[in-house]
Every structure is written in C-alpha cells, then in structure tokens.
C-alpha cells in the first residue's frame, strides 16, 4: 500500500489514493456520510454515499472521533469543499484503532480547551492539536539552526554521563540514585564535564541534554528535568567574549526559524517573529539593582544581589523601553550569588565575569568566564564553604594545561516559551516533571 500525505492530494486528482489519519469530526446524515481525516499534512474531507453500502455506513455511524484510520477512495475536485476544493469519494475503509467516546478532552474545540494541569493527564491527545505539533516543529528546527552554527564554527558535540559519583556545587538541588551498592546523583549541570572538554583541547563545545534538578518549586518556569542547551568556549578574553557567541547563535535561530515558520506561528499563536538585532545590550547588575531602586521596585532581602522573577520582568521592561530590545544581558554578578567556579574582575574581586540573558522578562541563559587557575579556583571553592575531596575529580582538570575558557547555559523549554510566547513552560516541554509529575 502506498500511503498519501493529505496535504499532496491535490497532485492525485482524479486518482484513487490511500489516506491514513484520525477522524476529527464526522457529519453523519441520512444519506451522506462526510468524515474529516487528519494527518501531520492537513486535513481532507471524505464522503461516503450511505445508500451504496449501508454495511459500511453503519461502521462508519458507529466510529469515535479521533479513532485512526486507512481510508481509500478517489480524490475530486469539489468547489464547495471548504478544505482545498477537493474531496475523496470513499471507497474502503479500515479501523486501525478505534477511539473510545466520549474522549477526555475535544483536542480541536478550540474554545473549550481545558487547563494545563487536566491536559498533562492527556498529554498525547493535547499534543495532537496543531499549535503543538507545530510548537515541536519550530523546536525541532530551533535546535538544528543552532547545531548548523555551531558546526558552522567547529564546535564538537559531547554527551557528558548524567549519573554522577558526588555532588558538584552544592548538594541542594540534587536527586540521589541507588547506584549498586552506592549512592549516585542525576547531574544537575553538564558543567564540569564540558570544562573538562577544554581541558581536553576540545576549545569548543556544545550539548544537548537532560538536566536533573530536585528543586520542590511549583512555578510557571520550573521543571525537574529539562533539556539544557550548553556551550563551552576556550581562549576568550571574557565574558564578553561568551555573549558574542551567544547573542550571534541566537539571532541565526531566530532568523532560521521565522524564515520557515514564522507565518505559521502568526497564525497558530499570534506572534509576530522578531529576529533580535545585535548587539543585545548589556547591563551591569549594580546599575540593574539602582533602576530598580529607581523605579520603587522592592527587591526582597534574601536575595540580595540577585534578581527575582519580578525583578527580572521590570528590567526587561526596561530595556524594553530604553533600547527596544527583546534581550538584555545583565552582567558582573556579586560572587555572593555566583558559584564558586565564575572568574572573578581582577580590580573588583567582589564582582563576578557573569551574565544572565533576560528574554521576554525571564531568565533563559546562565553564562560565564570560569576560573582556569587551580590555586585560585580552589581557594573560591573553601571560601564557598566547598570540600575539596568531593570535587577533587573535577579541580584536577586544572593540573596540566587549561586554556582560559566561558559558557553558558540555556533552557530549550524556556527559550520556547519566550519565542513563542507561552505563559507556563508546561505547554512547550513534551512531557513535563515537576514535584508533582512523574507520569505519563
Ligand atoms: P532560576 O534562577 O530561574 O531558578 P538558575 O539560576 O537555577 O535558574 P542555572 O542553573 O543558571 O539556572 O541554569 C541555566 C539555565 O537553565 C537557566 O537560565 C534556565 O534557562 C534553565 N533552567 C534552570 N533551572 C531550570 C528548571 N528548574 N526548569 C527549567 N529550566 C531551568
């Protein structure tokens, strides 16, 4: 049997072809039976005359919406088909699998689709509705733009272990594993393993990868396992140096993705592409913290030296408004809310070589120089309150020639709530895990 896509019927007029999808609606009337098949191509309309086989018509009254079909017939022009003009005159049809009635959720009433959470539940029926199978499109093409500009730029792809002996920087937000007759954690960071790689004289690298973290928060961009976009760089002068590549890949995903989908994406989520002009600008922390200060913004006192998701969005507004940028990097982060690993600014060592880019008012990106100099990268570690012995692995990366070195950090599933603006990363991950969300 050859099987063909909906969305080239139109090259098949006056041909008897075989379809295969699922039926999204069917009009069932005394004589005229019409069923609408939808493939990942579109959909197409079906109709079958009752009276010239009234078995058939019976299977077909009998049929479930969304149960998947092998539908053949001859395909004509109809001008009053809404769907393309054109229409298959059934011939056979055949129940591969029939759906249950009611289903939990009708994936296509637009006006009724439930929330997230009951979605979540019935993920693969909400998945069939178009906006997400185009959303898993653009992240398809999102992540080969950005593997075409890293091999573009001689990067080399590493898949670092996600089971790891000890915990890396701090043991918070780590999952232990049973691992034989020892402990084991989910690796919360390909950081070191990528360090190592420049260490290895890789001096580029990139990743894609799951990430592990237990951090029992319940908010609109948290997951406990989320796919990391991770680049390392050797030889940089700076960080700076780090958010040129950056903001550079970034644009190329961009363009590559409105190129292909951006009229799509206007119609499925109403949002208009805009491929971000460079330089992003940048902003130092202090001066972020004094705008805030400026603007009434009360910054809580925990965080002290950092920014909250509040803060974050009235910065981006900011930027916004200031230098009509979608992106703002915000640079030279305290050492008090940096990890131990962040180089520091030789003539201000309380101030880190870092970056966070802000998209769309969220945080998406982690970035900066990392402290290549053993003496001093232990030294930050003990002032962090770190055991050496626990990281030993990792500062011996140091002994015998590493080059000065940067990265960074990306969340895909937050990258694509901005690009397509989504208000909750649960819409734009596969399959979402949270404290409370281990199935399906
Ligand atoms: P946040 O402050 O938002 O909790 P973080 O500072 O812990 O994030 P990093 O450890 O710097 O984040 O991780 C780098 C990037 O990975 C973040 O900028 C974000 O895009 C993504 N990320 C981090 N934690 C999560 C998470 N729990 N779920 C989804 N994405 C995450």
Redesign the pocket.
Known sequence: MERTLIGSLKEHLNETVTVQGWLQTLRDQKNMQFLILRDRTGLVQIAHYRPANPELGNLISALGTESALTISGKVVENPVVKLGGLEIQLENLKVESPAEAPLPFDPFDKDNIPAIDFRMDWRYLDLRREQNLLLFKVQTLLEHAMREYWLKQDFIEIHSPKITGSPSESGAELFEVQYFERKAYLAQ?PQFYKQMAMSAGFEKVFEIGPVF?A?PSFTS???TE?T?LDVEISWIDSHEDVMVFTEGWLQYAYQRVKDVYGAEIEREFGVDIQVPALPFPRMTMSKAYSILKDMGYKLPPERKGDLDPGGERAIADYAKKEYGSDFLFVIDWPISVRPFYHMRHPDAPELTRSFDLIAGGL????GAQREHRLEILKAQALEKGLGLENIQYYLDFFRFGTPPHGGF???L??LLMVLLNLPN?RESVYLFRGPNRLQP
Request: charged share 30%; hydrophobic share 35%; no cysteine.
């Open positions: 960071s973290r951090d961009r948290h997951m989320f990391g945080e998406i990106a982690t950090g990306m969340g599933s937050r990363i």
